[in-house]
């Protein structure tokens, strides 16, 4: 079936370190979502990744897809207690499909 | 703007009762999603619709569940004869057509169903 698998589940890092979470299909995807959802909270769209081997930038996130459109990566660089929540990947697998959710990769951040 | 709307935010059910979840899309979105999550798990899909319409119900247990986005009024999931493995996090979003380029999925704040 169409599955987006997402590492690592979990993260822990001590404030000013870098995270990196990663996502793999085993098909080739339409385009790839990124999400953050807070404790508590819903998750709230990112970005959008489109193009093969497209590199997007927010501030101190790095979003990529690569050129096989099959994976994707998110990197923070130099965390801060605010990036605390857990980080999703969402892939189309074809235009006006549905959305598919990876299983997310909580980071905790130590200060 | 009013941003994606779910209610009730917290529902109580006894075993064998019925559940009914509300979602209204932003305005302008004509596709609504929902999905479940469980406790520290990540968000399963379970049926995607368009107006008046189903287009992907992949993810929907064959029995007790059913959903619906009428041409007028909220899209409500619905399910019968609710069990304890039901209890979940249920979240409803919404994305505008396709064909304007952007397809990102705005997220109501969800209905945590407890069934007691």
């Known amino acids: 079936g169409q599955q987006v698998m997402q590492i690592p589940q979990y993260q822990h890092v001590q404030e000013g370190e870098d995270f990196t979470t990663y996502c793999n299909s085993s098909?080739?995807?339409?385009?790839i979502q990124w999400y953050k959802q807070r404790p508590g909270g819903h998750p709230v769209f990112l970005i959008q990744?489109?193009?093969?081997?497209e590199v997007k930038k927010q501030k101190r996130l790095t979003f990529q897809f690569g050129e096989a459109k099959k994976n994707s990566s998110l990197h923070i660089t130099a965390t801060q207690t605010t990036d605390v929540g857990t980080y999703f990947c969402a892939g189309r697998f074809n235009q006006g499909g549905k959305l598919i959710f990876g299983q997310g990769t909580e980071l905790s951040v130590k200060p | 703007n009013a941003g994606v709307m779910q209610n009730p935010r917290h529902l109580v059910r006894r075993r064998g009762q019925e559940a009914r979840l509300r979602c209204s899309p932003m305005?302008?979105?004509?596709?609504v999603y929902w999905y479940r999550q469980l406790p520290e798990e990540g968000l399963k899909f379970m049926v995607y619709l368009q107006k008046e319409n189903i287009i992907d119900e992949s993810g929907m247990p064959k029995e007790r569940f059913s959903a619906e986005f009428p041409k007028e009024g909220p899209s409500i999931l619905r399910i019968q004869q609710v069990v304890r493995g039901d209890s979940a996090a249920y979240f409803c979003?919404?994305?505008?057509?396709?064909?304007?380029?952007?397809?990102?999925?705005?997220f109501g704040q969800g209905t945590r169903l407890t069934v007691v």
């Open positions: 305005k302008g979105h004509s596709h």
């Open positions: 098909t080739t995807l339409s385009n």
């Open positions: 990744l489109v193009k093969s081997g």
């Open positions: 979003a919404s994305s505008p057509p396709e064909w304007g380029g952007r397809t990102e999925a705005f």
